[in-house]
């Protein structure tokens, strides 16, 4: 992997819940073209970490790179470091709701794809405005332009005589691959997916795997966390072992799912296979 | 009894339908106005800063810690006070129902922004989408959907709380009983005819919101 171009970088992440710390200093690189799935326990940080990524969790300490470039710098002595400005900030301003969204975020945002496990479409808005919304308002693309790629990408996922439907008319598997296509309407560099099939009905699974599996298999740079084993084991160029917080062990889907170095991953592989 | 009501419709019906106007503008004009003064005050509740915020948040629970009457007195007796013109009783009435209102509305659009799944803001966030465009193209819509039928509510209990008004011998339906009553003392049939109507009001009032409502949710699925 070592040649090709680095897409995302993370040094030391940490993020606590409260007094839960769930991710305790997570180190890893993705690059240009692989295609990793996360596995791990329920509650372990892998949907936590992906979701630090692209900035929906803010990470208390740690760095962030995407594309080399720094997003997220944040020192673990948080104590001293604050200073009065930020203080009375504190005082004035109160916690933000929502996650952070600054411009440098948001055009990083806008180039991270992702999928989340609930699909997240918009009721309000029909198939093909669901699609074209973030282009059109984010990346000035001109709206019928917009529209012919938002075509091609639901032919593609063969959702195209869907165009005009609103999401309420559609199946949890076909609201999600409407998901994947939004996303993909951004020309994103790198696709996050966050337990994409978990809450479908096992007969849609397929469906959205299949999607993800040509995805992958175009290039696309695809981080999936994923309770699909032999999907991971199919699909991935390398697999990460979440933990406890930590990466526990990673390696190639044989190394991984043939091979465990670890007692942890072999007790977690002998309850989900 | 029926013959006194038949008798007191026949020679105070226009009285009685003066009043109900009354009541229809005051409280229509009242949920208009609250409705852009809640708005806001959800809006400031929302934002960041927080000396607003707590502004905002002294304003409703005062609203809703003292009784509706007790503001009605209050803005009958001040507002007259500190106007350099010539305030009416009503102009008084209404902007006490306005400022009681408000406070209501603001809670609804609160809530009805509130009540918009959190994945929504997570998509759009994820999807590069700015502060502006995340509240105006994903979360308000959706938020409208759930604040428009309360609004509905809003006016129906409007229409009943005018009804106040009538111990400032505000003109509107309760104020026409009372007139009615003084002028013939016949009590309970002028009470009858006020109650007959102000039920008739609401309650079709609320199927027409019922329709509306169940329109805008098929509006939904179909379109």
């Known amino acids: 992997m070592?040649?090709?171009?680095?897409i995302l970088r993370t040094k030391a992440l940490h993020k606590s819940f409260g007094k839960e710390e769930v991710l305790k200093g997570i180190d890893s690189a993705f690059f240009e073209g692989e295609t990793v799935a996360i596995i791990g326990a329920s509650g372990g940080g892998k949907s936590t970490f992906l979701r630090c990524l692209n900035l929906l969790e803010t990470p208390e300490a740690g760095e962030i790179y995407f594309e080399g470039e720094p997003l997220m710098c944040a020192k673990a002595d948080k104590a001293s470091s604050r200073s009065a400005k930020e203080m009375l900030r504190t005082l004035f301003l109160a916690r933000e709701t929502t996650a952070k969204n600054t411009g440098a975020v948001r055009t990083a945002r806008q180039r991270?794809?992702?999928?989340?496990?609930?699909?997240?479409?918009?009721?309000?808005?029909?198939?093909?405005?669901?699609?074209?919304?973030?282009?059109?308002?984010?990346?000035?693309?001109?709206?019928?332009e917009a529209e012919k790629k938002a075509e091609e990408l639901l032919e593609r996922v063969g959702l195209l005589e869907k165009k005009n439907e609103y999401p309420t008319r559609l199946s949890g598997g076909q609201k999600q691959r409407?998901?994947?296509?939004?996303?993909?309407?951004?020309?994103?560099?790198v696709m996050l997916f966050d337990e994409p099939t978990s809450a479908l009905d096992p007969e849609m699974v397929k469906e959205v795997l299949d999607v993800i599996r040509?995805?992958?298999?175009?290039?696309?740079?695809t981080l999936i966390v994923t309770h699909e084993i032999g999907f991971a084991r199919e699909v991935a160029d390398r697999v990460l072992f979440i933990a406890d917080g930590l990466i526990y062990e990673e390696g190639t889907p044989e190394e991984i799912f043939d091979r465990p170095q670890k007692e942890k991953t072999r007790q977690f592989l002998s309850k989900v296979l | 009894m029926l013959e006194d009501i038949g008798k007191l419709w026949a020679r105070y019906g226009p009285l009685y339908m003066e009043g109900l106007w009354g009541t229809l503008w005051m409280s229509l004009l009242t949920v208009?106005?609250?409705?852009?003064?809640?708005?806001?005050?959800?809006?400031?509740?929302?934002?960041?800063?927080?000396?607003?915020?707590?502004?905002?948040?002294?304003y409703i629970e005062v609203v809703r810690g003292t009784p509706i009457l007790l503001q009605l007195y209050f803005f009958w007796l001040f507002l007259p006070k500190i106007m350099p013109f010539e305030v009416s009783d009503t102009v008084s009435i209404v902007t006490a129902l306005i400022f009681n209102s408000g406070a209501y509305v603001a809670e609804v659009v609160r809530a009805g922004i509130q009540a918009v799944d959190h994945g929504q803001t997570e998509a759009g966030l994820s999807l590069g989408l700015g502060r502006w465009h995340l509240f105006s193209r994903i979360i308000y819509p959706q938020a409208l959907k759930n604040i428009l039928p309360a609004l509905g509510n809003e006016f129906i209990m409007m229409i009943k709380e005018t009804s106040l008004a009538s111990v400032f011998f505000v003109s509107e339906l309760t104020t026409s009983y009372k007139t009615v009553q003084s002028v013939t003392f016949k009590s309970i049939p002028s009470l009858t005819i006020a109650g007959v109507i102000y039920f008739a009001m609401t309650f079709l009032?609320?199927?027409?919101?019922?329709?509306?409502?169940?329109?805008?949710?098929?509006?939904?699925?179909?379109?």
């Open chain 2, 32 to 58: 208009l106005v609250a409705t852009v003064i809640g708005t806001a005050v959800a809006l400031i509740r929302n934002a960041r800063f927080r000396p607003t915020r707590f502004l905002m948040k002294c």
């Open chain 2, 205 to 223: 009032l609320t199927r027409l919101l019922g329709i509306l409502e169940r329109r805008m949710k098929s509006n939904e699925r179909k379109a």
């Open chain 1, 214 to 221: 040509d995805l992958a298999r175009s290039g696309m740079t």
């Open chain 1, 178 to 189: 409407l998901a994947i296509v939004r996303a993909l309407a951004m020309e994103p560099d």
């Open chain 1, 112 to 144: 991270i794809g992702m999928v989340f496990q609930h699909f997240n479409v918009f009721p309000h808005l029909s198939v093909i405005d669901n699609i074209t919304l973030s282009p059109v308002l984010e990346k000035n693309i001109p709206k019928a």
């Open chain 1, 2 to 6: 070592n040649g090709k171009r680095e």
